[in-house]
């Protein structure tokens, strides 16, 4: 366990150390600057890129700004004035985590229910009405499942507030919108994992020994349907939790999301950079969490040696 600690820790330096520079060179690639303005004259324009270090040369940049990275220091906002890059993601990452987790939580307990009860209703009414239920949250994109939720019980029944996260209640519309795609996604693969799982020898030996459907279902069955549901996990978890742009948009949250629009839009060079890293971070402790799950669900998974016998 140890060995396997060390070993993501490794990867995970030097695969924000490849992000990072990947994103500075982007960045750089792209034309014009932050402060690039026609209303401001151009000698504060230069003023301002000296300020910011911007007339240097890129490698002079890019040494300056890796060394402030590994010292844990992602700078200042280029427009929002003496705010610092790791202020602004603490101040609104907290939102965008707590509806992200109730998503992922409402995703895991639909998702899962749903593919489990179509699978053992196969080629029923059941497994009929879930699929359809898993092609329209599939089908339906969030910018138009968000704001007609929105307009119809928020502004038209008045059964939950139109925007902010307030109250327990301003959660349910988001979360719907939010976990949508993710719960039809989990429907599907645990249904078709759980119908290949059913007819499996081990299950008909369960079976014939006289075990109950609902330990059959529970304790041998689903333990193994689970893992491409853990796979998916792992992403899912990173993307929700760093917040939607579509969803914090429409219903007015102050999340990270809007960030990531705010700071490509102005080319704030740090900020963006900022974000970037931290979205990588969260990316690699899913994922190292993921391959904690592996093994608990499944024993025969090792986790520095692989499958074994």
Not at 149 to 165: I, M
Not at 282 to 298: G, H, N, Q, S
């Amino acid at each position: 366990m140890a060995r396997f600690v060390i070993q993501k820790l490794v990867s995970t330096v030097a695969s924000l150390l490849v992000l990072a520079t990947a994103t500075f060179v982007l960045m750089k690639l792209i034309p014009g600057n932050p402060f690039l303005n026609e209303k401001t004259p151009r000698a504060i324009q230069e003023r301002i890129m000296s300020f910011y270090g911007l007339d240097r040369p890129i490698w002079e940049q890019y040494f300056k700004y890796m060394g402030k990275l590994l010292s844990g220091d992602l700078g200042i906002s280029m427009k929002y004035q003496y705010r610092s890059v790791a202020t602004m993601i603490n101040e609104s990452f907290y939102l965008s985590a707590q509806l992200g987790i109730v998503s992922i939580i409402a995703s895991v307990i639909f998702g899962v229910g749903m593919g489990v009860v179509a699978a053992l209703y196969h080629r029923k009414l059941l497994d009929n009405l879930t699929i359809v239920i898993a092609v329209l949250g599939v089908s339906i994109p969030s910018f138009v499942l968000a704001p007609v939720l929105q307009y119809y019980f928020s502004a038209e029944l008045r059964w939950f507030p139109v925007t902010g996260l307030n109250s327990p209640f301003s959660y349910v519309l988001p979360t719907i919108a939010l976990s949508a795609l993710s719960v039809a996604f989990i429907a599907r693969l645990t249904r078709s994992t759980m119908v290949e799982v059913l007819n499996s020898d081990y299950i008909r030996t369960a079976r014939s020994k006289g075990l109950s459907g609902f330990v059959v279902t529970t304790r041998h069955a689903l333990r193994n349907a689970l893992l491409p549901v853990v796979t998916y996990l792992g992403p899912l978890t990173a993307n929700v939790i760093t917040g939607s742009i579509v969803i914090e948009q429409v219903f007015g949250i102050a999340g990270i999301g809007q960030h990531f629009v705010t700071s490509i839009n102005n080319r704030d060079y740090t900020l963006i950079m900022g974000l970037t890293i931290f979205y990588g971070i969260i990316l690699m402790v899913c994922r190292f969490l993921t391959d904690i799950a592996y093994a608990l669900v499944d024993p025969r998974i090792k986790l520095t040696g692989g499958k074994g016998g």
